[in-house]
């Protein structure tokens, strides 16, 4: 069995990038809205940088759901159930929270809030290999353009419509921006593992 390559500098931003973000949520740090408005997408871009888009639909679907899809249920039902237990000393969460675990517009109506990111993730993998098997024929330098078209309409899509308060089933509306970042981590990776040679490293950079 292959050893899959780990990268020390991606594993030092992961563990800077939840520092911070535990820190955004903490009782008395949380008025640093730049750790929630950067870290978060570095998260995307560090799950783009590790994606294999050529694994089959199969595997990626079943590996979705284990990975991301399963816990995001687990958590929350778990959430939703520990709340409702504790209702006789003053914590009550209704059970319409149930409804939001499986079908919701605004992240903070998901009864474990913080899992969130997690659907989003799930959304965002499919998106990505949805283009990248869309374009599968074109010559790369076109591919790689016809993708960061995508992804940069995407994020100003998903720009307008948080500009605008408008909330899209599932957290689309969170999902077109988390694209973005995604899919640049991604291309960033062709730089760094994936490209031939010194020149064609510095061409998928420029794109």
Known sequence: MAVEQRYDYIDTLKGGAMIFVVLYHSCF????????????PLFFMVSGFLFKPDVSWKDLLLRNMRMLLLPYLVYNVLHVIFCNSLHAIGVNMSLKSFEYIFYTTHADRIPNVT???LLV??????LFKSIWSLSATFKPVVRYSFILVILLLSGYVGYR???ANIFLPYLFDIVAIALLFFGLGY????CITKAPSQYDRWGYLLI
């Open 29 to 40: 740090l949380n008025t640093f809205y730049t750790s929630s408005v950067t870290f978060v």
């Open 115 to 117: 899992t969130w990111y």
């Open 121 to 126: 993730l799930f959304f965002v993998t499919l």
């Open 161 to 163: 419509l948080a500009l």
């Open 187 to 190: 291309l960033f990776s062709l």
